[in-house]
């Protein structure tokens, strides 16, 4: 199932505002996870610290993905 995840933060300087990614069965957020590491590992660190959101709401690693959800990496951040 193709899908497009935005990014945001630190990973959209790495990996860019929106990737087409690719996402293999069963579609849920663990495997969305566990594709972008293995697509882009040297980012490692920083997709495993991130939260998955589907339509704009956190979302746990067992969550269904559908063809049409808005799918985002959000990684960790602080303010001062």
């Known amino acids: 199932m193709q899908i ?3 990014c945001f933060a630190q990973l959209k300087e790495a990996l860019g505002e929106q990737l087409e990614f690719t996402l293999e069965a069963p579609h849920t957020a663990e ?3 566990a594709g972008l590491i293995t697509g882009w590992p040297q980012h490692q660190a920083m997709i495993q610290s991130s939260r998955i959101a589907v339509n ?6 067992g969550q269904s993905i559908q063809p049409n959800d ?3 990496l959000i990684p960790p951040v602080s303010g001062g």
């Not at 704009?56 to 690693?61: I, L, R, S």
């Open 4 to 6: 497009k995840v935005l």
């Open 56 to 61: 704009c709401e956190y979302v746990a690693e």
């Open 70 to 72: 808005e799918v985002a």
């Open 31 to 33: 495997t969305l996870r």
